[in-house]
């Protein structure tokens, strides 16, 4: 069943309470004081709802329940106000703070059993739509066959990070990496061939890259990081071991062992002026530029 949280300063109530809700099969928690709740909760308990008294001495139902909203981890926590009085404004305003629902003293147990189903049943209904979310997100933000930041992802973030930059003057590098004749892999293995070599691609360009790096797949064949708080030098050095690793690798497409090279393009947000757009289009000069050098290479806007 569930656990609920009574949070009331007379102990004949929660005596009650605690009898009928262990009664109904919940684990029932008490919280003599509105700071006692507050201390539970912050320190990791665990509650799917809350009984909440509207009066107690030193902090008042409704200050529990500011304390709550306020609080992105418990804002969500459904809450159950018990109040002598419904007649009272306190009440009115512990609904608009958030409250799911109240009781008024004395109260059927019944009828109280019955309200927390039904916010237990909602908050069910919230947690799935929050995964729900969550998951959708993921799918959003992710790319399907390599599991990188996908483009939209890639662009969204990088932007944040070129705007941060130029606030605070820092160096900034984009490299756009592409895998040299990629269409002769799937041409002379096919396409599932060539999905292994990007599924073994982006898993080495994941454990060369640098925490605060940003990693993506921007297109097919095509890469991209970007490297906050970085000067050209080091983005060299970076991408060249980068470069290095890769060509080495011996990738296995079932039987047969391929090897593959990278082209790198780099370009280094120099300038209030420049933007995410700019940067990029930068990088895909150079990268033009080590294709046209001979591929296998990083070349410098
Ligand atoms: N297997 C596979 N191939 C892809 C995917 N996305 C793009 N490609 C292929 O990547 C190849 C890119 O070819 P090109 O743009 O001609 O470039 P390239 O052969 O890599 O030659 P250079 O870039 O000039 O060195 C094409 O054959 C695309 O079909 C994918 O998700 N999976």
Not at 211 to 229: H, S
């Amino acid at each position: 069943m569930s656990r609920i949280l009574v949070v009331d300063d007379n102990e004949i109530n929660i005596q009650l309470l605690q009898f009928e809700l262990d009664n109904e099969g919940h684990t029932t928690v008490a919280a003599r004081s509105g700071r006692e709740a507050l201390s539970l909760l912050r320190q990791g308990a665990t509650f799917d709802l809350i009984l909440l008294d509207l009066y107690m001495p030193l902090m008042s139902g409704i200050e529990v329940l500011r304390a709550l909203k306020a609080d992105p981890l418990l804002a969500t926590l459904p809450v159950i106000m018990v109040t002598a009085s419904d007649l009272d404004d306190s009440m009115i305003e512990a609904l608009d703070m958030g409250a799911d629902d109240y009781v008024t003293k004395p109260f059927s147990f019944r009828v109280l059993a019955a309200r927390m189903r039904t916010s237990l049943r909602l908050r069910e209904v919230q947690e799935k739509l929050r995964a729900t979310n969550r998951h959708l997100n993921m799918l959003a933000t992710t790319d399907a066959l390599t599991s990188l930041t996908n483009r939209r992802s890639f662009m969204q973030q990088s932007d944040r990070e070129v705007v941060r930059s130029i606030r605070h003057q820092q160096g900034l590098v984009m490299a756009i990496i592409d895998v040299d004749h990629f269409k002769r892999v799937n041409d002379c293995y096919g396409h599932a061939a060539g999905d292994k070599v990007l599924i073994s691609l982006a898993k080495e360009l994941k454990g060369q890259v640098r925490e605060c790096d940003i990693l993506g797949r921007i297109g097919g064949e095509e890469f991209a990081i970007c490297m906050p708080q970085t000067e050209t030098e080091q983005a060299v050095i970076a991408v060249e071991r980068l470069r290095e690793a890769v060509e080495s690798m011996e990738i296995d497409i079932g039987g047969q062992v391929l090897s593959i090279t990278l082209s790198i393009g780099l370009s280094q947000l120099h300038g209030s002026d420049l933007n995410l757009i700019e940067i990029m289009r930068e990088a895909d000069l150079a990268l033009y530029q080590a294709k046209n050098e001979g591929r296998n290479r990083c070349s410098i806007h």
